[in-house]
């Protein structure tokens, strides 16, 4: 074989492990550093039977939370200590970027508030990101890397603490028995909205949950921290809950957007559907 085919042969080769193989291999690496993150999230946990939910649990609350929750099927059911779902949807980083398709995994802890959320999302062809997005024992981790092997994002500080408890309140909605947690103080403000604030290992973050006539959940928006030019602000976000489906007997949103509300407009860059979701099974997919 002439030098210049086995130059050419060689060349396809490492294009073909740089591209195809590598990425494959990082990406199973990854998933498994993320599902050992899950599993210590998981470990332990407590979900054995309690005392079912009664009106006099949510006498207290304001109104519309109160009609939210006999909504969501509370009353009579066991509360929810534990959470995996499984979410489609898609992303995008700018007001005018192309959306991404995402897929994620997502597990919870209620009694110590906690969530692992791993992703891909498909840049491109042959192109993806895997992200995993953490809070536990009070903080936050955000890391992305692309092919699963160069990082784009690692972010820990108080900002991501508060931003991930953040996120924690406003994917309650997911499992409506956190609402009744310690965790969480409601004001009422009128009969279709209440603010919840949320405390926990010293990160306090609220926001204000709107709820519709027939007591669904209809929208959340609070302040998150959002990096910046390399600066951490305090910014509107929030987000919106749409296709209310009855999953284990509790009825909740089946979709959500995710929106920064700027000065010039909303910035929808996430949108999710769940298409699985177990309770009080503390185990990973």
Do not use: C
Not at 9 to 18: G, N, Y
Not at 25 to 52: C, G, M, W, Y
Not at 219 to 235: C, D, P, T, V
């Amino acid at each position: 074989m002439q030098k210049w085919k086995l130059i050419t042969l060689a060349v396809i080769v490492i294009i073909l492990l740089v591209v195809i193989v590598l990425p494959r291999i990082a990406k199973i690496i990854f998933i498994k550093q993320a599902e050992e993150s899950a599993n210590s999230l998981l470990k332990d946990r407590d979900v054995q039977s309690s005392t079912p939910i009664d009106k006099n649990d949510i006498k207290d609350l304001p109104s519309p939370v109160q009609k939210w929750l006999i909504n969501s099927n509370a009353i009579g059911r066991e509360r929810i200590n534990a959470v995996r779902l499984k979410q489609e949807g898609q992303m995008r980083t700018k007001k005018d970027g192309p959306w991404m398709p995402v897929k994620a995994e997502q597990y919870f802890t209620v009694d110590e508030p906690g969530f692992v959320w791993i992703a891909d999302v498909r840049m491109a062809p042959l192109v993806h990101l895997s992200g995993i997005d953490t809070f536990k024992s009070g903080k936050g981790s955000m890391k992305i890397k692309l092919f699963s092997i160069i990082p784009v994002v690692n972010a820990n500080a108080a900002e991501i603490d508060s931003g991930t408890l953040m996120r924690y309140l406003a994917e309650m909605p997911w499992f409506p028995s956190a609402a009744l947690g310690p965790n969480i103080k409601w004001e009422g403000i009128d009969n279709y909205s209440a603010k919840a604030t949320m405390e926990y290992k010293g990160v306090s973050v609220s926001g204000i949950f709107t709820f519709t006539e027939n007591g669904d959940i209809e929208s959340f928006k609070g302040k998150r921290y959002r990096e910046m030019n390399g600066k951490y602000e305090l910014n509107d976000w929030g987000g919106r809950y749409k296709g209310v489906k009855e999953f284990n007997g509790w009825r909740i949103p089946e979709k959500g957007t995710v929106i920064w509300f700027e000065e010039d407009g909303e910035f929808n860059w996430f949108e999710a559907r769940i298409s699985e979701i177990e309770y009080n099974k503390p185990e990973i997919y």
